[in-house]
């Protein structure tokens, strides 16, 4: 197989496993009204169907890209790709929801897999040259997936029933894993041989759990408990790393690469200033602007649509100029979309807030292939499953922190309250004070991303 044909494979496969979770992710929210009224579900398990899978994730993304470094990148990518793809099967025909919940864990170890080796593959394969280029493609495939999710998926529940999101997506995995065994031959495990660290892996998932279920449950007695048991537990991980010949995490990728170590806190606080603004912009327009659910949709589209539309031209730009740079400034162009929804209203216009999401999308554009350029471009051979890993963690834990955020806010200011048109003013008061604070972590961003070295290592 010639070099072209192979580069070409992996970027397929690759980006159909970035497409995946955001479109699962944002149809399936889309249907869990249905998946409530056919199961007889209440609001908090409704809510385990979508962070079940997230925080499984989010666990096992880490020790995920470091058993792929030492068995083999493509191993653990098809074993992911395998379980994602039976999980959808028995999405399909669950029977209750139990089995979805579990179904769901299931596939979230599935995900891990994948995401946690994917970027560390595409940087295997491709030069320095070609790498923010495929970088950008496999972005593409993510913005493409949240973009057309709640559309596709809409008309699949409202026509044929939520089932069907799941059973769309089974031909497609198994072509996938079709593709990966005729043409991607190769492996990749720079780290073979050494040992994985278990212990460690257990003190990591016991710590982030804590941590993210903790902040999700904040103000409440249990949410401080939860979170403050994980900051204490995270230490140890920590202490346990240094000390070990083979560790799960090199904490040196941290203490001593600045680039690294800065284009981390910068994804991180980016997608924890950003994720939660289409939970917000739902609110205002269905609530206050008064729009179906399909309308609604519609404009939220606006921001998924241009980060798909420009983040191939982005990843390009990243190959020819400093990654970090291009970076900041889409963390800047992000937060001057952020101040401008801090001056939202009831009388703003639904053009205005297309403008802005199509702002933030610019910025996140510039934002995301670039700064993940960076970090894989940081690091030496055997640790691209770490550096592949720490990614998608950011982005996990920073989503989550986003969504902690916000439903923290509502907590707060309306309590338990039903949103009626009596408190509007109090949502939309709720909303600016998230806005602010959004708006001062992303700036904030801006600081870290300019923070690392001028010069990035390729």
Request: hydrophobic content about 50%; charged content about 10%; aromatic content about 10%.
């Amino acid at each position: 197989m010639t070099d072209s044909e192979l580069k070409s494979s992996v970027l397929t496969v690759t980006a159909f496993a970035s497409f995946l979770t955001p479109f699962m992710g944002s149809s399936v929210n889309l249907a869990l009204p249905s998946i409530g009224d056919e199961f007889n579900l209440n609001a908090v398990t409704l809510n385990w169907i979508v962070s079940s899978y997230m925080l499984t994730t989010s666990i096992l993304l880490l020790p995920a890209g470091r058993l792929g470094d030492i068995l083999g990148r493509k191993k653990i990518f098809t074993i992911g790709l395998i379980i994602f793809t039976v999980t959808m099967i028995l999405l399909t025909f669950t029977p209750n929801g139990t089995w979805l919940i579990g179904a769901r864990i299931l596939q979230g170890i599935g995900g891990a897999m994948m995401f946690g080796t994917n970027m560390a593959i595409l940087t295997s394969v491709f030069p320095p040259g070609e790498r923010g280029k495929a970088m950008g493609i496999n972005a593409t495939a993510v913005y493409v997936g949240l973009a057309s999710g709640p559309f596709v998926g809409g008309l699949l529940s409202h026509y044929i029933g939520w089932r069907s999101i799941f059973a769309l997506l089974v031909p497609m995995g198994i072509a996938s894993l079709i593709l990966i065994r005729l043409k991607m031959k190769n492996e990749w495990a720079e780290a073979k041989g050494e040992r994985f660290d278990w212990q460690g892996a257990l003190l990591y998932g016991l710590s982030l759990s804590a941590i993210m279920y903790g902040f999700s449950k904040l103000p409440s007695v249990t949410g401080w408990i939860l979170t403050a048991s994980g900051l204490v537990i995270m230490p140890l991980f920590i202490m346990r790393e240094n000390k070990t010949n083979y560790p799960l995490f090199e904490i040196a990728l941290i203490s001593k690469n600045r680039v690294f170590a800065f284009s981390c806190l910068a994804a991180l606080i980016n997608y924890a200033a950003t994720s939660a603004i289409g939970f917000f912009l739902s609110l205002y327009l269905q609530y206050i602007k008064d729009l179906g659910p399909r309308d609604a949709g519609l404009v939220l589209m606006s921001m998924p649509v241009t980060m798909a539309l420009l983040s191939t031209p982005a990843g390009k730009l990243s190959d020819k100029y400093n990654p970090g740079v291009l970076a900041s400034i889409g963390m800047a162009i992000t937060s001057a979309g952020l101040i401008m929804l801090c001056f939202l209203s009831a009388q703003s216009s639904v053009v205005f807030v297309i403008i802005v999401l199509v702002i933030m999308g610019l910025g996140f554009s510039l934002f995301s292939s670039p700064n993940s350029n960076a970090i894989m471009s940081s690091v030496e051979k055997k640790q691209l499953g770490n550096a592949s890993g720490m990614i998608g963690t950011m982005r996990n834990v920073g989503q989550t922190f986003s969504m902690a955020i916000a439903l923290m806010l509502l907590a707060l200011f309306m309590g338990q309250a039903k949103i009626a048109q009596s408190n509007y003013p109090q949502l939309l008061e709720t909303m600016k004070i998230g806005f602010i604070i959004f708006s001062v972590l992303c700036i904030a961003g801006i600081f870290a991303s300019l923070a690392r070295n001028k010069s990035l290592r390729k």
